[in-house]
């Protein structure tokens, strides 16, 4: 069975500084998608990054980038230039390629806060 | 575009009281919707797949009889709680894929989801 693990249960970063939250996963699959979401207190599920497997260039949306590492089974999220906004809990989620199926499997969370 | 709307935001109800939330994606068509259950400080855990058309597949540990789910339109998938008790109370998220050839490649869509409280 496929698990995600997010060992770090809170994390926190200085305004404007660069925090990397730390995610890794089990499979025997070759085909999946990675994904970091993000859950602000409004508890609104924002879709920060997608990563396909195989895919061997790490994915980047602006001050947000993965480091995935395929063969460790790792999956971290670096953001640059923290912001206030920023403050949430992040899920890390893997999801099977293949088949219908299409289950998102959540990691259990960061809390991420941003001291000004 | 890709919208899904939840409704209620917030309930809260007497114990014994059976509860429907609606998740509708507004601008796209939805073959198949996700149930999840969040307790405070939790993670998203999946209690069942929604199938336009069919029965839903419910995870491992979710009850069929307590948390019926209906999936009548490629709009609208309907999350009912029935007879719920306290032990019910909880986030309630449910998200949307729109429906289309490359199925597998499809992000799922989330909605604002549902806290729902019994007392």
């Known amino acids: 069975a496929q698990t995600v693990t997010q060992s770090q249960p809170e994390m926190s970063v200085q305004e404007a500084e660069t925090v990397t939250l730390s995610c890794t996963y089990d499979?025997?699959?070759?085909?999946?998608?990675l994904f970091w979401y993000k859950q602000p207190p409004s508890r609104q599920m924002i879709l920060v990054i997608r990563?396909?497997?195989?895919?061997?260039q790490n994915a980047t949306e602006n001050r947000f980038s993965v480091n995935f590492q395929k063969a460790a089974k790792s999956f971290s999220l670096k953001i640059s230039d923290s912001q206030l906004g920023d403050a949430a809990m992040y899920f890390c989620?893997?999801?099977f390629g293949g088949g219908a199926t299409n289950k998102l499997i959540f990691g259990t969370g960061t809390l991420l806060a941003v001291q000004p | 575009g890709a919208v899904v709307s939840q409704h209620p935001s917030r309930v809260i109800c007497k114990s014994g009281t059976s509860v429907k939330i609606e998740c509708r994606s507004l601008?796209?068509?939805?073959?198949?919707m996700f149930w999840y259950r969040q307790f405070p400080k939790q993670s998203l855990m999946l209690m069942a797949t929604?199938?336009?058309?069919?029965?839903?597949?419910?995870e491992q540990g979710v009850e069929k009889d307590k948390f019926l789910i209906n999936h009548a339109s490629l709009t609208l998938s309907t999350l009912t709680v029935t007879s719920a008790h306290p032990e019910d109370s909880s986030f309630y998220i449910c998200?949307?894929?729109?429906?289309?050839?490359?199925?597998?490649?499809?992000?799922?869509?989330f909605g604002d989801g549902t806290r729902l409280s019994i007392l």
């Open positions: 998200s949307a894929i729109r429906a289309g050839i490359d199925y597998s490649n499809q992000p799922q869509h």
């Open positions: 499979t025997s699959e070759s085909d999946y998608y």
């Open positions: 990563q396909e497997a195989y895919k061997q």
């Open positions: 989620a893997y999801r």
């Open positions: 601008d796209f068509q939805a073959t198949t």
């Open positions: 929604s199938n336009e058309g069919s029965k839903a597949t419910y």
